[in-house]
Structures are given as C-alpha cells and as structure tokens.
C-alpha cells in the first residue's frame, strides 16, 4: 500500500520537471523569436509587439541575461541596419525592462564601445548613426550606474532629484555637468539623424525613413525629462554661486535650449510622430537663471505616448510564435471507463456524431462571429477610452499651465502688494516723524521762553546785586543776604537747564519707543493678513481641485456606466442570435450540402489552373536564368578582357591619376552593392531578374574600369605600391568571376557573395588614396573660397597684432621707465613698422592676384580658374597662413620680452620667420603675374620694404639686448698660473660641449626641414640645399641653426601649418 501511495507524487515530480523544462523552452523559443524579428537587416522600423516580449522577458527572469546571450550571437559588425536596431531593442531594454537590466548591460559595456568604434572609423551613413547611438548607450548606462536613484527612464520626482543632488554645491555643480553631456549625446544623435533625412531622398512615411526616426521617440522623452534636470539644477547653482561663475553653464543651456527647440518642432511636423508622440512645446525664450522667480514660471515638459494596440499582421512566420502553448500535456491521459454511457446518452438526445459534428462546427462559426464583433465593440470601447485619457492629458496640461499663470499672476500681485504698503509705510512714517518734528519745535520753543523770562530774571537780580554792591554800606545782614540770593539764582539757573535737557532726553526717548511699537504693530498685522491671504488662497485652490476631480470622476462613471450598458446590450444581442442560429440550422444544412458539390467542381477547375500555372512559371524560371546566364557571361568576357590589358606591352603607355582611380572604385563599390541587392531580390523572386540583370551590367564595365585605371595608374606609382597595386587588381578580376561563375549554376547560385570583391575593391581605393599628393584634402571647388579667407584671415591677425603692439607699448610706459622703458619702445616701435609693412604686402598681393585672376581666366568663373591652378592656388593658401602664424608668434614674443619672460633670440627667429613667409607670399604671386604688371613692381618694393622692417626689428633686439646685459669685467690679476690653466681647460670643455650642441641642434634643424619638406607633398630630390630653405630667402631667413628652440616657437598643427613650397612647384 506504501508502494502504491508513493507513485503519484513521483509521477507529480517528473510531470512538474517535465512542464517547467517544456515552459523554459518555450521561453527560450518565443525570446529567440522575437530578437531575430526584432532585429534584422530588412531597412524597417522595430514593431512594438517584438521589443514588447523582450521587455516582458527581462521581467520574467528578472534580467537581460538571455537578450545578451542571444544579441551577442548577432554579426553587429557585418551589417549598420542590424547595428542600429539592436541599439533601439537596448534603448527600450534600458527604459522600460527590468531594474536588474541595467547591470546586465552594464557587463557588455566595452562590447558597445568597441562595435560604435567599429562603425565610427566607416565611412558610412548608417554607421555613423551607430556610432553616435552608441556613445549615447555608454553614456546612459554610466550616469544612471553612478546615480542609482534615477531609474533609466528618467521619470523620478524633483524630491527625489533633490535627494541626489545634495546640499554639497560641489556634487551639484558635477551633476549638472553630466546631465549637460547626457543631453548633448542625446541631441547630437537627434541631428544627425535629421540632417541625414533631410539630405537624402527618404521621408518620414518611408520604411527607411521610420527605420531611423523610430528611436527618436526614446530620444524625445529622455530629453523632456533630462531639460527638466538642467533647470532644476541650474537654478539651484544660481542659489549658491555667483552669477559670474556660472556664465559658462547658462552659454551651454542655452546652446541646449535652442537645439533641443529646433529639434522638437521639426519632429512635431513629421507625420511619423503625429500617431505616435505627443510632443510638448518648450517656451519662446529660455529660463531667467539671474531671478529666482522664473522659476514659478517654468513649467515641467510632460511627452504622452498614446496608448494605441499595433495592428498584428497575419504573416505566417508569425502564426507559429503567437500560438499558446498549453500548460499541461493531456493527449496522453486516457479517459475513464465511466464516460462511455454519457457520451452514448449525448448521442441518443442530439443525434448521430456526424450532424452533432455538424451542429457544433456552425455554433462555433458563429460563435466566432460573435466574438469578433465582440472584439471589435471592446476595441471601439478602448479607443474611446484612450482618446478620453488623451483629452483628459492635454486638460491636465492645460491646468497645469493655468496654475503656472495663476501662480505668475499671484507672485506679481504680492510684488504689487509688497511695493504698496512698503509705499504706505514710507509715507505713515513720513507723516509722524513730521508730527514729532511739530511737536518737539512747539516744545523747543517752550523751552526758549522759559530761558528768556529766567535771562530776564537773572539781568534783574544782577542789576540788584550791582546795586547791593554799591550800599556796601549797608549792614551785614544785607550783603549776607544779598549773597544768598544770588546762591539761590545759580542754584535755579542749574535747576533750570537740567530740566530743560531732562525733558529733551525725554521726547527722544518717547519718540524712539513710539517708532518701534509703531514698526512692530504694522509688522505683526502684515504677517497676519499674509497668513489669512495664504489660507484662503490655499483653500480655494483645494475647492477648485476638488471641484474638477469631482467633475472628472462623475463624467468617468458615466462613461463607464454606459459601455457597461452597451456591453450588456451586445451580451443580450449575442444570446438573440445564437437563438436564431439554431433556429436556421436546418436550412443552413440543405444550402451546405449544395455548397459542397459546388465546390468539388471548382477544386477540379482550380487544379488544372494550377497545373497551367505552375507550367509557366517553371518555363518563365527558366527563361530568367537562361537570361541571368547571358548575362553572367557577358561580364566574364568583360572583365577577362580588362585582364588581359593588364599583361598587354601596348597598355604600358597608358596613365591615370589616382583621383579617377578613387573615383572608379567608389562607384564600384555602390554597383557591389546593387549588385548585392539584386541578387538578394532575385533568390526571393526568381521570376524577376530585372534589378540583377541591371546591377551585373554595370558592375561589370565599373569592375574592369577599375582594373585598367588601376594598371595605369601603378605606372606611374612606385614600386612597392605599383606591385600592390597590380596584385589587387589581380586579384579583384580573379574574385569578380568567381562570383559571376557561381552565379552561372543553380547549384551554387544561393551561396555567391560579393564580399570577398568589396574587399579586393577597397584595398584599391586605400592604395589609390595614399598615391594621392599630400595637401589634396581640400575640395577643388572651395579653393577659391579658401584663398580668400585666408588673406583676409591674414589682414585680420595682423591689424590684431598692430593693435596688440599698442597695448602692449601704453602697459610698458605704466609698468616700466628709465633704458628699459626705451628699450621697449624701440623694440615694439620696430613691430609695429614691420606689422605695418607687412599689412601692406598682403594688400598689394591681393591686388596682383585679383589682376592674375581677371587676366586669366577667360570666360571660367573665379573659383574655376582657382581650380584649374590647384598647386599654385595651395600655395597662395600656404603663403598666407604662413604669413598670419608668423605675425601671431612675433606679438607673443614681443610680449614676453617686453614682460621679461621670454629671450630676444625668440623675437630675431620670429622676424626671420615673417621675412621668409613674406617671400613665400610674393614668390607665389610673381608665378603666374605678367612681368611688365605696376602692381608686381609695388609688390617687390613693399617686399623689400618688409624685409628692412625686419631688419629693423633684429637691430633693435640686439641693441636692446646689449644694453639691458650686464657684462663683467673679466679681472684674472689674483688668479695664480695653475689657476689660470684650470679655467682655460674649463673654458675649453664648455667650448667644446657647445660646439657639439651646436652640431647636433643644425642635424636636428635640418632632419626637421626634411620632415616638413615630406609632410607638405614636396620630393626629397626636390629639395634645395641648405636644409630645405630656398636660396632667394636666404638673406632673410639664413640656414644658420639656432641653438635651442624655444617653447613660444611651437609649430602650428599639420592641419594648420603653412606648406613652404620651392617655387618651381607653383607651375
């Protein structure tokens, strides 16, 4: 019996294993599904039914551990469009998956660095796309890693930003900085992909358009949320920093501001967004950071997503992965013995199987009916309660901006209300301390009466006293008296003052506490009426808020009650027609049974149509492959007779140039391309050839242009480059017709590939690239433009410069007097005339060329002409650059040495610098002007002119120098003989230490000028002696090394550094 009781918990046991192990391979199935269809190469927007499953994975195994275990499975690196969609699957994994998602794809972080550096180092449109989402993705995942408290969506309340920010100015300010980058990252991919919409053919109702715009809806609601950030915090630095500190945030938010608005309202007019995204609108001009009320004013961005089901496309791919799978496994269960008599009992009251079968199969197609009408009602029902929840969003939005103009209007009528009694004071104060002033007058003048009458008083009693004075003769008594009296007048006297300021003391006093009971009464009644404004302001608000609650409740009851009602309407109408379902059974039989005959003769006519049919689409197969094959060999000959050229001594002749040798490549690569796609269409509808005929065609004659120009270009190549060169384009005939051989069988037609061609074709286009002369990166058609904008950059530096000079000679006459003083204003006198000099070379330059380009460029236009003088138009750019970077260095050398801090060797080398670039300058425009040309002459003469400014400015340096150099006297008279010989050795050694240095330093000057000769497109047999200087510059900048380079004399970037061209290169 124990035996028998233990068998079914372990056939529970093994049956749960059983359903748990088939629910994870179920899983694993539908993830794997989804991944795959959600990211592949079809040029397609991601559908939301796929990136849903995958978010509702990540919640299930409460992470992304099975999304990466299939994504990393994906060749990201082979194809942009997979690159780019699996960046948007990621984008919503990180948003909207699991919390744990984010440390899953935190492990994988280096995997998305080095697939956007991938892409980043391609020249590809979709690729830079990739690069940009992927910075984007690493940037994210970083900021939300260190702040943990802001989930990935960015949705999170301002006190919880609060909290993450701090009380720490120092943590606020690098916050901000990070949200700053976060935007950016966000912005700059947005650009891009618009800019690149903008400028190619696709539009927002295209699949290629939507492909990329389709992420953009994560990029709008991170930046709504990420714009929020910004002004929170700013306002918050603004709170605890000085407005000057902070002048480089606000430049950034702006800059933000105005791109995040550009961005927006382009995206609002495209209709892609329109179904999709509500997008706010941000407001006319950015927020005021220097008042704190602005931020009353600033309203939260809030994006609504309408919450609309995708329509399911029935596709059959999908009908396998959208089946339920049941939970337990019942076909193997039999049923018990005692359900035999039930099932004979259901036959002896419904009829035999086959009507019951009958019967069932109608109910149950109409009862399909009904559900879909069912459906459809419960669909209706949920678009009006999504447009209702939309309506109820903007009107939320809409009071949410009312209670931003209610709280505007609020604060300027409590500023109005605060300026009003402030004014009321003022003038109550005004009003008593005049009353006071009134009565301590009538008191004061009181006061004076009293004084006179006791001064009369006191001029009687003296009078007396005289009197008394004269009867001395009177008795004792009398002048004891006498005395007495005038005691006691004195005693009054005294008396009387103390009173008089005892009762001034006193009316300070008194007035003193009435101002303060005064300042304290009006003080405690206007707190108390702002408390009771308060109360009552807050108390309608509550009314009010309540009221549209109210009103909003009562109106989605009364909603709800009605589809409740219509519900039950439809229930009752479903109950009706199934009633009259049964009721036309029977004649639904007779028509069913005529039906069925019916369509035997139809299926008999539709299989001999579909014998028919079959027949001509082998036949058409056939007749497209036959065409395909044709084709195919018309390319092998082709491309067989471009091979053969390869080996042709007639051929040795030809030339090309590695520009057009690019140019072939490139054009072959799109043909690969074409060629790619047409065969792609071709294996998905062999019926149609058309696209691949057309892509073969032109590959072919685009793959042996490529070959012969590659040949002739390696004519004129050297050897190593030459042979290479040979090798590949060897070796791209020799994979082009294995290509074109596999698709001549239909045994191999699936697996040819033209990747291995695009490969070979590259390696050309690389190798034609480095055989193009240096300095080339420059279109030929902004030349002209170029050359302008660097004289004119040039005329701008140097008037910088002269006016810098000026600034720097007032600073000097402040800080310095005496030689130095003079010294200075010898010196920077010196610059000054050679700036001069200098601004009127380039001046007269720009006329002679203005001269050269009237006289020839016929009936071409300026940039032509430009254009078709590439090398001489380069070295008029080179000139003037020169010219400008050696004006900038002599004014910050001239400023070292009027501050003391720099040699006056670095202003010698500046000059010789500015003599040998204005040679360069005038060198280039003498090429191509006439020799009998007035405005040549004047440039020589202004040549000439520089070249003795030049000398000027070294002469005043040296004499300078000498004067302001202290030189001991060399006094040996106490030195011993052994003495004296121990200094000269030590001289000696310093000598030759010197002279070494010397040697070393004219090497490294002259590897350097070698180097620079190279950088700039100059052959090393070219080179002139002298270590690279030209001989009719030698006079100005001699080839005499300088012993040690200073750090002020740092060469410009190469991007920026003049090209000194020999002159015999401008022809």
Excluded at 225 to 235: G, N
Excluded at 556 to 567: G, V
Excluded at 732 to 742: G, I, R, V, Y
Excluded at 814 to 824: A, F, H, I
Aim: aromatic share 4%.
């Amino acid at each position: 019996m124990n035996s028998i009781r233990r068998v079914p918990s372990r056939m529970k046991t093994k049956m749960t294993e059983t359903n748990l192990g088939a629910e994870r391979d179920h899983f694993d199935k539908k993830q794997l599904s989804s991944i795959s269809k959600a990211i592949n190469s079809n040029e397609a927007p991601v559908k939301e039914k796929h990136a849903r499953r995958i978010i509702m994975g990540t919640y299930r195994e409460k992470g992304a551990f099975t999304f990466w275990s299939y994504a990393l499975g994906i060749p990201l690196s082979s194809n942009a469009i997979v690159s780019w969609k699996f960046c948007h699957v990621l984008h919503k994994v990180l948003r909207d998956g699991h919390h744990n998602s984010l440390q899953d794809c935190m492990r994988h972080h280096g995997n998305i660095v080095e697939m956007g550096q991938l892409w980043g180092n391609l020249h590809d449109r979709h690729g830079q796309l990739v690069a940009l989402y992927c910075k984007l993705l690493c940037t994210k995942m970083e900021f939300h890693m260190k702040h943990s408290e802001i989930r990935p969506n960015l949705e999170v309340t301002d006190e919880v930003l609060e909290r993450v920010a701090g009380t720490d100015v120092n943590n606020v300010f690098q916050l901000t900085v990070k949200v700053f980058d976060y935007l950016d990252a966000e912005l700059r991919l947005a650009e891009t992909v618009i800019r690149q919409l903008n400028t190619s053919i696709a539009i927002s109702t295209t699949t290629s358009g939507q492909c990329r715009l389709s992420p953009l809806i994560q990029v709008i609601q991170d930046c709504s949320h990420l714009y929020h950030f910004t002004v929170k915090l700013l306002f918050k630095l603004h709170a605890c920093l000085p407005a000057d500190t902070l002048q480089g945030h606000r430049d950034r938010f702006h800059d933000q501001f105005h791109s995040l608005k550009t961005f927006f309202n382009k995206a609002r007019d495209m209709q892609y967004f329109k179904r999709l995204i509500q997008i706010p609108k941000l407001p006319e001009s950015p927020p005021n950071f220097l008042h704190a009320a602005s931020l009353a004013k600033h309203a939260r961005p809030v994006v609504v997503i309408p919450s609309e089901d995708e329509p399911e496309q029935l596709e059959d791919d999908d009908d396998d992965d959208d089946d339920p799978e049941p939970l337990i496994n019942v076909s193997d269960v039999t049923m018990p013995s005692m359900m035999v008599p039930q099932f004979d009992k259901f036959d002896q009251t419904f009829g035999p199987s086959n009507d019951r079968d009958i019967q069932i199969e109608n109910l149950q197609q109409d009862l399909g009916k009904l559900r879909a009408d069912l459906e459809r009602v419960k669909g209706e029902a949920q678009r009006y309660i999504t447009q209702l929840k939309s309506q109820i969003n903007s009107l939320e939005t809409e009071l949410e901006e009312q209670r931003v103009q209610k709280q505007r209007a609020l604060v300027e009528n409590e500023q109005l209300r605060m300026e009003l009694e402030a004014t009321r004071r003022r003038n109550a104060e005004h009003e008593i301390v005049q009353a006071t002033f009134g009565e301590a007058e009538t008191r004061a003048q009181a006061t004076e009466q009293r004084y006179t009458k006791l001064k009369e008083k006191h001029t009687e009693l003296v009078s007396s006293h005289a009197e008394l004075l004269r009867k001395s003769a009177d008795t004792v008594k009398i002048l004891s008296a006498t005395h007495q009296t005038r005691e006691e007048v004195e005693r009054t006297k005294q008396q009387l003052a103390f009173e008089v300021d005892r009762i001034k003391l006193d009316a300070d006093m008194k007035l003193e506490e009435q101002k303060f009971e005064m300042k304290k009464l009006k003080r405690d009644f206007e707190e108390k009426r702002a408390e009771v404004e308060h109360v009552k302001g807050t108390l309608q608000r509550t009314e009010k808020v309540g009221e549209q609650l109210t009103s909003s409740m009562l109106a989605l009851q009364a909603e709800k009650e009605r589809l409740m009602r219509s519900a039950s309407e439809k229930e009752a109408e479903l109950s009706s027609l199934s009633q009259a379902a049964q009721l036309q059974q029977s004649s639904l039989q007779q028509e069913r049974d005529r039906s069925t005959r019916e369509l035997g003769e139809l299926q008999g006519k539709l299989q001999e149509k579909s014998r028919r049919e079959v027949q001509l689409q082998q036949k058409l197969l056939e007749e497209q492959f036959s065409l395909l094959q044709g084709t195919v060999s018309e390319a092998e000959y082709i491309i067989q007779d471009a091979v053969a050229k390869l080996d042709d001594p007639l051929h040795i002749r030809c030339t090309s140039s590695p520009d057009y040798l690019v140019s072939r490549a490139e054009a072959t690569l799109g043909s690969i391309d074409n060629v790619k796609k047409g065969h792609s269409d071709y294996l998905t509808n062999m019926g149609d050839a058309g696209g691949l005929l057309r892509a073969l065609t032109n590959f072919s004659h685009l793959a042996a242009d490529t070959i012969i120009n590659g040949s002739a270009t390696a004519h004129l190549a050297p050897t190593d480059h030459a042979d290479r060169l040979t090798e590949n384009c060897r070796g791209c005939a020799t994979q082009s017709l294995q290509f074109l051989k596999d698709l001549k069988s239909k045994a191999s037609l699936q697996r040819a590939d033209p990747a291995s061609i695009r490969i070979v074709v590259e390696k050309i286009m690389k190798l034609g690239e480095e055989l193009r002369p240096k300095g080339m990166d420059v279109r030929q058609d902004e030349l002209g433009d170029l050359v302008d904008k660097e004289m004119a950059a040039t005329s701008a530096a140097i008037e910088k410069a002269v006016s810098r000079i000026d600034e720097m000679m007032n600073q000097a006459r402040m800080d310095t007097s005496g030689v130095k003083l003079e010294v200075n204003e010898r010196i920077l006198y010196s610059c000054t005339d050679l700036m001069k000099a200098i601004h009127l070379l380039v001046l007269t330059s720009t006329d002679l060329q203005k001269e050269i380009v009237e006289g020839g460029r016929g009936a071409a236009t300026i940039k032509e002409f430009y254009a078709r003088n590439s090398r001489w138009t380069e070295g008029l750019i080179s000139a003037s650059k020169a010219v400008g970077w050696g004006a900038t260095q002599m004014v910050e050398s001239a400023d070292k040495v009027v501050l003391h801090t720099g040699k006056y060797e670095e202003l010698i080398v500046c000059s010789h610098e500015i003599a040998a670039s204005t040679a360069q300058l005038v060198a280039s425009s003498k090429v191509k002007a006439d020799r009998n040309s007035t405005k040549l002459t004047a440039l020589q003469q202004a040549s000439r002119h520089v070249n003795e400014m030049a000398a000027n400015v070294v002469a005043s340096t040296k004499t300078g120098q000498e004067h302001l150099e202290d030189k001991d006297t060399m006094d040996f008279s106490g030195m011993s003989l052994i003495k004296l010989k121990m200094e000269e050795m030590e001289s000696q050694v310093k000598v030759l230490e010197l002279e070494n240095q010397l040697g070393n330093e004219r090497l490294r000057l002259g590897e350097l000028r070698k180097k620079h000769y190279n950088i700039a497109g100059v052959p090393a047999a070219d080179l002139p002696e002298g270590n690279g200087l030209d001989p009719s510059l030698a006079p100005v900048a001699p080839s005499s090394p300088k012993s040690s380079k200073p750090s002020v004399m740092r060469k410009p970037d190469l991007a920026q550094k003049p090209n000194l061209l020999p002159k015999n290169m401008f022809r």
